[in-house]
């Protein structure tokens, strides 16, 4: 079929052309404008939640410390220092019996409020308490220092002491639950549609559930693992168990269709081969389809455990958004995850969680990208170009 011959047509074409690129550059323009602003400001507000500050005070270890552990700082200290520190200092004496009586300097946590004062963000201190403040930092005794609470501990009601530790620990449980369930039953349900099941309507049929599963909204996954895996089975609610396999039922489309591709990439050469030479169907799969097209299939399964470890919804519905302040020891512990405390900080009225609301996202952030990194990074050292 010939061209049109009109020079206007071809003019137009060009205009066209150059429309629709100067509109993709536009579009990849704002794109990464908003993802260079979005990133900013998330790292603006978080960084700042790996400092914490400590007040320098002379703490009075008496008989009535158990009684009213704000006595053992003078007065005018005592509203500056964690209500949460104060209440570890009778445990402190009843361990070490020989403070009785005596007076030491410590640093202590401060309060939240000091600690936004002290980052210049909107508090809750009185003017009376702002130069109190100001005076202990004129004198050297109060300072920002390393949190390492964000890392080591777990959520509190008081932001700070809030960290994510258990938040962390409850997500790789429920990763390797997810990755159990998802992987090797994903896995072998793509070989079998691939290389031994028949062609036939059934199967037709199998494969088109299967991508409409793929694209389904997360929490249908979280309603159908309330009502298998809470109502009937009884597994335990809150635990790494029923949330990954909620998530794993979520991957597991994801890796099947994953799977299936890569093994679709193995030339038929490499099958007629192997059957050549006397090997059976399922040694042809084993020696040779599976090797070949283990990069594609790590690919596609880490990517689906990239998306599962961000899901809230599919969790709300199993109770994982409950306040969980320790961190699991067994994958039937009550436990949450990142993408749970994230939403849990968020939703609290006390300033002080804003920022590590924005460090915790900035951890999942991480996490993901790492993991996508690991993806990219397997695919383009083993695979192979046919």
Do not use: C
Request: glycine share 6%; charged share 15%.
């Amino acid at each position: 079929m010939s061209l049109p011959t009109d020079p206007r047509f071809h003019q137009r074409r060009r205009i066209y052309e150059h429309l629709f690129r100067i509109l993709s550059y536009a579009a990849l323009s704002v794109a990464g404008v908003f993802l260079v602003f979005f990133f900013a400001d998330i790292i603006s507000r978080g960084v700042s939640a790996l400092k914490q500050a400590e007040i320098h005070v002379p703490v009075h270890f008496s008989q009535d410390i158990a009684n009213n552990p704000a006595d053992a700082v003078d007065p005018e200290y005592a509203t500056l220092v964690s209500r949460t520190v104060l209440r570890l200092l009778p445990g402190e004496l009843h361990a070490n019996p020989s403070l009785m009586g005596t007076t030491r300097d410590k640093w202590l946590l401060a309060s939240a409020e000091v600690d936004q004062y002290l980052k210049g963000k909107p508090n809750r201190l009185k003017s009376r308490e702002q130069k109190t403040v100001d005076q202990l930092v004129q004198e050297g005794r109060i300072h920002l220092t390393w949190n390492t609470g964000f890392f080591t501990s777990g959520d509190s009601k008081l932001p700070e002491f809030a960290g994510i530790l258990a938040a962390a620990i409850g997500s790789v449980y429920v990763l390797l639950v997810t990755w159990a369930v998802s992987f090797p039953i994903g896995v072998m349900a793509a070989v079998y549609l691939e290389e031994f099941a028949p062609d036939n309507r059934l199967m037709h049929i199998i494969e088109i559930n299967i991508n409409n599963l793929a694209a389904i909204p997360s929490i249908i996954f979280g309603l159908l693992g309330l009502a298998v895996f809470i109502n009937f089975l009884g597994i335990p609610r809150s635990s790494s168990v029923v949330g990954g396999l909620t998530l794993g039922l979520m991957t597991l489309p994801v890796v099947i269709i994953a799977t299936r591709a890569a093994i679709r990439a193995v030339p038929d050469s490499i099958r007629e081969g192997a059957l050549a030479l006397g090997a059976t169907q399922w040694q042809m799969v084993w020696d040779h389809i599976l090797p070949l097209s283990l990069p594609g299939i790590l690919t596609g399964t880490i990517i689906g455990l990239a998306r599962a470890i961000g899901e809230t919804a599919p969790l709300l519905m199993v109770g994982m958004m409950a306040y969980i302040p320790d961190p699991p020891t067994t994958f039937l512990d009550a436990t949450t995850v990142l993408p749970a405390q994230i939403y849990t900080w968020a939703s609290d009225s006390q300033r002080a969680f804003v920022e590590r609301t924005a460090m915790g996202i900035i951890v999942l952030l991480i996490s993901l990208l790492s993991m996508n990194a690991l993806a990219i990074y397997l695919r383009n050292k083993y695979e192979r170009r046919w």
